[in-house]
């Protein structure tokens, strides 16, 4: 079946400016996950949704980074007025399982979102 | 999550088996150990998870001794392919979601 998919596959933007950066998960994952990559590092969690409840924001580095998530489905992640700092790659995961699976169960990736901040 | 140590880099040839070693003394006694693998210009991709002594799938094999203060991935007879970096994660099954905690991996070099 479809895995999760991302758009744009790349982004190049000015400083100041806002972007939003999609994600569509495996359908009936009822978790989903944004992590960010910096060039030749390791991957930095941003924020977790579960379901209907309130997404963990513990991971997002700012108040300008902010996600939602319609439906229990799409997710959009927001960076306002970027800073060259956030130029990096950003990662969906999802993930069906539910408390306290949560662990076990595979986190499926998408490709990725390339943001370049000028 | 438990801190994990894995090497920077390894090189090997096609044909050899490959073994990547991941120390986690912190280990706690809930935490699961899960190998992920990330190609170039990829999202990480799940190989493997285990808790105890051994589990082999169609990819790889890990190992898990008794203390669990370590693991060892293993990949046998390796092809150009399987050059990627290769992620070592720990941690506990809790209600409030995954938050991997990726390191920075061990980049693998296969060569002719």
């Known amino acids: 079946g479809a895995g999760v998919s991302q758009s744009p596959s790349n982004k190049v933007t000015e400083k100041g400016k806002d972007v939003e950066l999609r994600c569509d ?10 992590y960010r990559q910096s060039l030749g590092q390791g991957l930095e969690f941003l924020i977790y949704f579960q379901g209907n409840s309130a997404p963990d924001k513990s991971g997002l580095p700012s108040d300008r980074f902010s996600a939602e ?50 | 999550l438990a801190k994990t140590t894995q090497p920077i880099s390894m090189d090997s040839y096609e044909g050899q088996e490959v073994n990547i070693t991941c120390s986690h003394n912190n280990i706690a006694t809930n935490d699961y150990i899960t190998w992920y693998q990330q190609f170039p210009s990829q999202g990480p991709r799940f190989i ?7 589990v082999t799938n169609e990819v790889a094999s890990l190992f898990i001794p008794a203390d669990r203060k370590s693991s060892t991935l293993s990949l ?8 990627a970096v290769y992620y070592c994660l720990v941690g506990a ?10 390191g920075g991996g061990t980049r693998v070099l296969v060569k002719p």
């Open chain 2, 76 to 83: 046998p007879r390796v092809s150009l392919s399987d050059t």
């Open chain 2, 48 to 54: 493997i998870q285990g808790y105890k002594t051994k």
């Open chain 1, 25 to 34: 998960p495996i359908s009936g994952h009822t978790a989903l996950y944004w």
């Open chain 2, 93 to 102: 099954i809790k209600a409030a979601g995954n938050k991997l905690t990726f």
């Open chain 1, 69 to 118: 998530r319609t439906g229990g489905s799409v997710s959009t992640l927001t960076i306002q007025r970027t800073q060259q700092e956030d130029s990096a790659v950003y990662l969906c995961a999802s993930q069906s399982g539910t408390a306290p699976k949560i662990l076990t169960d595979t986190q499926y990736f998408g490709p990725g979102t390339r943001l370049t901040v000028l």
